[in-house]
């Protein structure tokens, strides 16, 4: 396919490992105070603001809402109303904040590092988590604490609800948040998702979710925002995939985000390989960690997608196909670098077509479940150093050097 999907995974670091998401469960709104370096204010304090303001959300109340917004930030007040509508039909179970750290900023003022935890009704089984700074001021003969700023921390992304009012579309396996798209376009988006989940529990038997949330945001712009990255990167790209890796058992809360113009350029097909291969690293998301390699994850991925499709090697692998006719055949499996978007398309195809490749040899010499065995035994170490080694030995009874070379000869037979 010339337009290609993406697995934006995030690893361990610090707050952002799978253990500590899926150890979230806020069932309604709270907020915890871990620690307090603040002059002359309690982490308490400004917990129990974030506190007010969470219920409100939960109650879509706008008058308790804006009452804990400083009554002097006219602007502000104006766009978090507007922010508070442009959630209204997103079906909320939870919303909370976690103070991370509050710092004195003089004159009555402080900021706050929190965590947005919040999951959606019916699809989350953890809670998504976004970064906040929060500027907070002490008003009043009450010496009331008010929120002043709320803004998206350094490198953490915006929110979909911040880019404008999110239109909700239900399928029966899907859940489908758009802004600035049409009804229709996404109900077409959820019918595609609803195919992909059935298909992808066939590819992958072990117990996941079954259902899928997507986000369209109005262009590839808004798509960058989404995931704080070059609008460049993300161009010719028609869906990304983002999610905690770490082997946790059950599965983080994940989204498909949707690039509205790469996607709408594909048929049918198309958008059913791409809507596939993205609810797939939903699926294994929980037996995903940073010591699978991409080839695994996406060739995975691709395998499920074009599993029930009629299309041959050739028409699946056309860019692997033309270099091994040249005598170009590769020497080892695809690296990770290989992967990089936006330097050459034709290497990040032979990439994908190459691991595409790797998990179907897998599937025809050893077997449909000795490739999920194979999955699940590298997604199961923590860390890269051999780990793929090891499951090639425990589960597959083979060597890199051996299972190299019969992947090229495989690609001699398929593509030659």
Request: hydrophobic share 40%.
């Amino acid at each position: 396919m010339a337009v290609r999907t993406r697995d934006a995974r995030r690893g361990h670091r610090g707050r952002s490992t799978a253990g500590a998401v899926l150890g979230v469960l806020l069932l309604a709104s709270a907020c915890s105070a871990p620690r307090d370096t603040a002059t002359g204010v309690t982490v308490q304090e400004v917990g129990a603001t974030l506190d007010r303001r969470a219920a409100a959300v939960m109650g879509h109340d706008t008058d308790a809402y804006l009452a804990a917004i400083d009554p002097r930030a006219a602007s502000f007040r104006a766009a978090q109303r507007t922010e508070l509508h442009n959630l209204a039909d997103v079906p909320l179970e939870s919303w909370a904040y976690e103070v991370r750290d509050v710092t004195d900023a003089g004159a009555d003022r402080v900021i706050a590092e929190v965590e947005l935890r919040y999951r959606i009704k019916g699809y989350d089984m953890a809670s998504m988590s976004s970064s906040r700074t929060v500027e907070l001021v002490r008003r009043g003969e009450g010496r009331t604490w008010y929120v002043a700023a709320d803004r998206a921390a350094d490198g953490a992304p915006e929110q979909l609800w911040q880019q404008g009012d999110v239109a909700v579309v239900r399928g029966t396996h899907s859940l489908v948040l758009g802004v600035g798209r049409r009804t229709a376009e996404l109900r077409g988006i959820a019918a595609t998702a609803d195919r992909a989940v059935p298909a992808v529990t066939g590819s992958w038997p072990e117990p996941w979710a079954e259902r899928v949330v997507v986000l369209v945001p109005g262009s590839v712009e808004d798509m960058a925002g989404l995931l704080d990255a070059p609008v460049s990167s993300y161009r010719g790209i028609a869906a990304v995939t983002t999610g905690e890796v770490g082997g946790g058992g059950r599965a983080p809360a994940d989204r498909v985000i949707v690039n509205p113009q790469a996607y709408g350029m594909l048929g049918d097909f198309g958008q059913r390989v791409v809507l596939t291969h993205e609810t797939t690293h939903v699926a294994t998301r929980a037996h995903t960690s940073a010591a699978t390699p991409v080839w695994l994850s996406e060739g995975f991925a691709d395998r499920a997608a074009y599993r029930r499709e009629s299309r041959t090697a050739l028409e699946v692998a056309p860019e692997l196909a033309e270099a091994v006719r040249a005598g170009d055949l590769p020497a080892h499996l695809p690296t990770d670098e290989d992967f990089g978007f936006g330097e050459d398309p034709a290497r990040l195809s032979r990439a994908y077509e190459g691991g595409w490749m790797a998990c179907e040899l897998i599937a025809r010499d050893w077997g449909e479940e000795e490739l999920i065995a194979f999955y699940k035994a590298v997604g199961s170490r923590s860390e890269r150093d051999g780990a793929v080694e090891q499951a090639l030995h425990t589960v597959l009874g083979t060597t890199p050097q051996d299972f190299t070379a019969r992947w090229r000869a495989y690609l001699r037979d398929r593509l030659g």
